[in-house]
Antibody, heavy 116, light 111 residues
Framework: EVQLLESGGGLVQPGGSLRLSCAASGFTFSTYSMGWVRQAPGTGLEWVSVISGFDGKTYYADSVKGRFTISRDNSKNTLYLQMNSLRAEDTAVYYC?????????WGQGTLVTVSS | DVVMTQSPLSLPVTLGQPASISCRSSLSLVHSDGNTYLNWFQQRPGQSPRRLIYKVSNRDSGVPDRFSGSGSGTDFTLKISRVEAEDVGVYYCMQGTLWPYTFGQGTKVEI
């Protein structure tokens, strides 16, 4: 059974940093692209970033480029999202996803709130 | 970015009756590898999104066969043949052909 368990969310002040983690199990982690999708309160879904399983190539939404860094540790089956210079508009539930183009499994999400 | 436009945004339905959601993309979603990366997701209240359909018309394991996807190029449709109470939620189309991948605005299905 595929499981994705996010952690690391919380309340942070504008300009602060957080690192999200996603522990994956139930599939061969290293062979899949992995990603982060966010959902601001009461709104729709937005892709944040994807990292390839094949070559580790990374992709970012323009809204987070230069501030967020996606990475993975295949030895620990864990995906990360380092978020710096956080803004109020980054407030959202952040979902870890298995796959990119045809993402099929999502975690339960972790809430990030950016507020003073 | 590829803009995904869903209609309607709100869909009142009657139990046992059919329902249909349209999704249009601003660019053709046919990838250079020949695949069309158009997916449909269901998000029930308080839950994470769940994939229903991938690559236009492939239904996921465990998804009732009353759900079907169709379309090509820039025009796509999700159909529910007979709505059941558990189908209440928000439905999103998503394109995975061009980065950044993008979602439609969502269609709220309510009884």
């Amino acid at each position: 059974e595929v499981q994705l368990l996010e952690s690391g969310g919380g309340l942070v002040q504008p300009g602060g940093s957080l690192r999200l983690s996603c522990a994956a199990s139930g599939f061969t982690f290293s062979t899949y692209s992995m990603g982060w999708v966010r959902q601001a309160p009461g709104t729709g879904l937005e892709w944040v970033s994807v990292i390839s399983g094949f070559d580790g190539k990374t992709y970012y939404a323009d809204s987070v480029k230069g501030r967020f860094t996606i990475s993975r540790d295949n030895s620990k089956n864990t995906l990360y999202l380092q978020m710096n210079s956080l803004r109020a508009e980054d407030t959202a539930v952040y979902y870890c996803t298995k796959g990119g183009r045809t993402t099929d499994y999502w975690g339960q999400g972790t809430l990030v709130t950016v507020s003073s | 970015d590829v803009v995904m436009t869903q209609s309607p945004l709100s869909l009142p339905v009657t139990l046992g009756q059919p329902a249909s959601i349209s999704c249009r993309s601003s660019l053709s979603l046919v990838h250079s590898d020949g695949n069309t990366y158009l997916n449909w997701f269901q998000q029930r209240p308080g839950q994470s999104p769940r994939r229903l359909i991938y690559k236009v018309s492939n239904r996921d394991s465990g998804v009732p066969d009353r759900f079907s996807g169709s379309g090509s190029g820039t025009d796509f449709t999700l159909k529910i043949s007979r709505v059941e109470a558990e189908d209440v939620g928000v439905y999103y189309c998503m394109q995975g052909t061009l980065w950044p991948y993008t979602f439609g605005q969502g269609t709220k299905v309510e009884i």
